[in-house]
């Protein structure tokens, strides 16, 4: 049985929990695989999936929250750890990722080991966010490389995180928050959400890049003009 967060936070040894955020436009096999490693990796008792409900820094997607955060539901199922997160939604304005972390900071404690889960185009990105260095008053942040980008070495990031760099998980959960920690999955999987997106608005087969849970919920739903999807379980067309 999953302990509950009063169990966790009652713990000798401090607990450890990370925020994987995002549009999740839709969830693919690429978000949900990284949450299971880093789980593995970080010994995560607890990966909150964080649909952004008005993401401040790009378009707004053209799926609701409501749907995205179902897509979510459908594509964790019953893996142990992962957790749909309906917080944001229940937020007035733009989804700071601050409030979030601040949120899950107050549920967790102090003493919480709480990471917040980075993609290596969102981190580039960090300077721009709304109140950057505060983020490290709340929690670590995890930088996971994608097969298909490189590192950054713009000057307003390394100000940013600068002395904040550690190398190993063991540096990095020796406090509760405040540091930078790179990692390279072994699986890191190099799926496209655009990609997903423009081969269901035409037709074309997504097997293998959704989970089954999550293809059936957008055809049975029409999402991403999928009125023309093949139904799930017939021959792939693409």
Same mark, same amino acid.
């Given at each position: 049985?999953?302990?509950?967060?009063?169990?966790?936070?009652e713990r000798e040894q401090p607990v450890r929990v990370a925020m994987l955020g995002g549009t999740f436009d839709p969830v693919h096999l690429g978000h949900l695989r990284a949450?299971?490693?880093?789980?593995? #990796?970080?010994?995560l008792e607890r990966i909150h999936?964080?649909?952004?409900?008005?993401?401040?820094?790009?378009?707004?997607p053209g799926v609701d /929250?409501?749907?995205? #955060?179902?897509? &979510?539901s459908a594509g964790i199922g019953e893996t142990p750890g992962l957790m749909a997160d309906d917080r944001e939604m229940r937020r007035d $304005? =733009? /989804?700071? /990722?601050l409030q979030t972390l601040q949120s899950l900071r107050h549920e967790y404690g102090e003493q919480a080991r709480l990471i917040m889960v980075l993609g290596l185009d969102a981190f580039?990105?960090?300077?721009?966010?709304?109140?950057?260095?505060?983020?490290?008053?709340?929690?670590?942040? &995890? &930088?996971? $490389?994608? =097969?298909?980008h490189h590192w950054s070495n713009e000057a307003s990031l390394?100000?940013?995180?600068?002395s904040r760099e550690v190398d190993d998980i063991e540096s990095l959960m020796a406090h509760s928050r405040g540091s930078v920690l790179y990692l390279e999955l072994?699986?890191?999987?190099?799926? /496209?959400?655009?990609?997903?997106?423009?081969?269901?608005?035409?037709?074309?087969?997504?097997? @293998? #890049?959704?989970?089954? $849970?999550?293809?059936? @919920?957008?055809?049975?739903?029409?999402l991403y003009g999928c009125d023309i999807c093949p139904a799930y379980g017939s021959a792939p067309n693409g």
């Open positions: 049985m999953a302990m509950s967060v009063t169990e966790m936070s949450a299971v490693e880093l789980g593995e #990796l970080l010994a999936l964080i649909p952004s409900h008005l993401p401040p820094h790009r378009e707004a /929250s409501e749907d995205r #955060l179902a897509m &979510v $304005g =733009p /989804s700071w /990722s580039r990105l960090l300077p721009e966010w709304h109140r950057p260095q505060d983020l490290f008053d709340q929690a670590h942040i &995890v &930088v996971i $490389g994608r =097969p298909d390394k100000a940013l995180i600068s072994p699986t890191a999987m190099a799926i /496209s959400a655009t990609e997903i997106r423009r081969r269901l608005a035409i037709g074309a087969s997504v097997r @293998y #890049l959704l989970p089954e $849970g999550v293809e059936r @919920y957008i055809r049975e739903h029409g």
